[in-house]
């Protein structure tokens, strides 16, 4: 069946480290895959969109890779500040050819200042 | 832009109460809308995809008739947990997207409701 993991572990890093968050996924062979960030009891927010012959994103402190031999996303937030303390989800595709989003259970990253 | 709000944030009631939870984008037209249900740290649970002017697609093991999905205009859709227990409270979270059924576009959620049945 489908499986996406995150490290369900809480990333703890320094304030100006680069906090790099992993998503790993078997089973699938998704067209996109998308990077959303939910801080306590809001909706998630969507941050970057990388689609399947696309090798890396960036925007601004972001940059997401999505290797698909290895089946993994990478999530980098560069010179990380304590704001960016949240959890953040990985979402892809479904099989289906209706593009609804299937979503990881998230990794939560605190950034100590 | 790509704003979407959600109505009530929290709801307290009896068991038994049916609860209306509505779902609207307030800059954009979407024609699907999306319900998801979300435990404490765990993963959103994808309920059902909302078309306008269609009948709600329901995700295997969500009930349809206790979860009713209204999506009456292309900025609007109603989530209903008619006759709620116990076991329903927790956080309902809509979102909508832009683009037709196909689209790959990013999904734009609202803040969520947290529903707690007493």
């Known amino acids: 069946s489908q499986k996406i993991e995150q490290n369900s572990e809480a990333l703890n890093i320094q304030e100006g480290k680069t906090a790099t968050l992993t998503c790993n996924y078997t089973n699938y062979s998704p067209a996109y895959l998308q990077w959303y960030r939910q801080d306590p009891g809001r909706g998630p927010v969507f941050l970057l969109l990388?689609?399947?012959?696309?090798k890396e994103k960036r925007k601004e402190r972001l940059k997401v890779t999505f290797d698909t031999t290895l089946k993994q996303s990478l999530f980098h937030i560069t010179a990380s500040q304590p704001a960016d303390s949240a959890t953040y989800l990985c979402?892809?595709?479904?099989?289906?050819?209706?593009?609804?989003?299937?979503f990881g259970s998230g990794t939560r990253l605190l950034v100590r200042p | 832009g790509a704003v979407v709000s959600q109505h009530p944030s929290w709801v307290i009631c009896k068991s038994g109460t049916s609860v209306k939870i509505e779902c609207r984008s307030l800059?954009?037209?979407?024609?699907?809308m999306f319900w998801y249900r979300q435990f404490p740290k765990q993963s959103l649970m994808l309920m059902a995809t909302?078309?306008?002017?269609?009948?709600?697609?329901?995700e295997q093991g969500v009930e349809k008739d206790k979860f009713l999905i209204n999506h009456a205009s292309l900025t609007l859709s109603t989530l209903t947990v008619t006759s709620a227990h116990p076991e329903d409270s927790s956080f309902y979270i809509c979102s909508a997207r832009l683009g037709g059924s196909y689209s790959n576009q990013p999904q734009h959620f609202g803040d969520g409701t947290r529903l707690s049945i007493l």
């Open positions: 909302s078309n306008e002017g269609s009948k709600a697609t329901y």
């Open positions: 800059d954009f037209q979407a024609t699907t």
């Open positions: 990388i689609r399947e012959n696309e």
């Open positions: 979402a892809l595709d479904g099989m289906d050819s209706s593009y609804k989003l299937i």
